[in-house]
């Protein structure tokens, strides 16, 4: 079996076209139906605020694995300088069970919902014109909006006016693990001094934060594009009147106190009036709709995505020398 550690990750690197073209692979292997994936269980015991998911899932296609990613996220860890999430991921052949590969996956998980991110960043600017530009802000600057800031950069620069960034803890924009933004990025990108500020001044907002109480109470201004990453940010008035509304998978974002969720119990949202990312990928759902109209997107986070860029790292150190066998 091999076995990815965080330095083996670290040294592959991450390719953000690379991550997210396994991400849209992944999604038309679902749109296709080969791949199981049953709802995940959330295990908690003693603070309700701690959890532990069990994120199993198969996928076909050109991929053929299957496996398990095991994820804690304990937010208070963050108050005791820890991470707030550990996780590892153990993959299966598909034809035999045999186990072949486990890494350690922090850095995977967290590239995969950043990668899922640039995903949908790349059919809206399919449906909406290359020519399009956007003023991004990111609310949470923490380990997930960090890489977030580094797949825009890296992917969309040309698309952006600038960059504002706010953290309650604030931010370090100049972290190394930053290092590959260009100076004309770092020249567009400021601090602000407060989430309303950014909301008010930008129109790509991506929220990355740990939130414990909701606190976007503002309507998203005309064309904004809402990557609602964290999905327990925004009042149900804040975000009852979009009507472009994107999901992942329905029935895994409409639980667990999700923006979606409370949109489907206080105002009635359902199913059918969302538009899944297999929509927006693979039927072009996106153009359906005006540039001035505000889209939101919840995703949940896919078992099948952590399975394909689990097996994309695999085959990137198999093909690189890199990884530990264990026997």
């Known amino acids: 079996m091999l076995y990815l550690g965080d330095r083996h990750i670290r040294t592959i690197g991450l390719h953000w076209g690379e991550l997210v073209d396994s991400i849209e692979a992944a999604v038309r292997i679902m749109d296709s139906g080969d791949y199981a994936q049953p709802i995940k269980p959330y295990l908690r015991y003693r603070n309700a605020a701690n959890r532990i998911i069990a994120m199993p899932a198969y996928i076909g296609g050109a991929v053929q694995t299957a496996g398990i990613k095991w994820i804690a996220s304990f937010p208070g860890n963050i108050d005791a300088g820890l991470p707030r999430a550990h996780s590892v991921t153990l993959l299966n052949d598909a034809n035999t069970g045999i186990p072949y590969a486990m890494l350690g996956t922090p850095l995977p998980s967290a590239a995969r919902t950043a990668a899922v991110s640039g995903l949908l960043i790349r059919h809206y ?45 604030g931010c370090e924009p100049d972290s190394p693990e930053l290092a590959n933004i260009d100076e004309d990025m770092r020249s567009r990108t400021r601090i ?26 503002l309507p998203p201004a005309a064309g904004s594009l809402l990557l609602d990453v964290s999905l327990r940010d925004y009042t149900t008035a804040a975000i009852s009147g979009i009507h472009t509304i994107v999901v992942d998978d329905w029935d895994e974002v409409c639980r667990e106190n999700t923006d979606i969720e409370l949109l489907h119990l206080e105002r009635g949202l359902s199913k059918a009036q969302t538009i899944s990312l297999a929509d927006a990928v693979c039927r072009g759902a996106l153009a359906d709709f005006a540039d001035a109209e505000p889209v939101l997107f919840c995703p949940m986070g896919m078992a099948v995505f952590d399975m394909a860029i689990a097996d994309y790292f695999v085959g990137r150190a198999k093909a690189l020398g890199i990884g530990m066998q264990l026997k």
């Open 125 to 169: 600017l399919k449906a909406h014109g290359a020519e399009r530009r956007f003023k991004l802000g990111i609310i949470g600057f923490g380990p997930v909006g960090r890489l977030h800031y580094d797949m825009c950069c890296q992917l969309f620069g040309e698309h952006l006016e600038n960059v504002q960034i706010y953290d309650i803890r």
């Open 192 to 217: 602000a001094s407060s989430w309303d500020t950014l909301y008010n001044e930008c129109d790509l907002i991506i929220t990355c934060t740990v939130s414990k109480q909701r606190y976007i109470d």
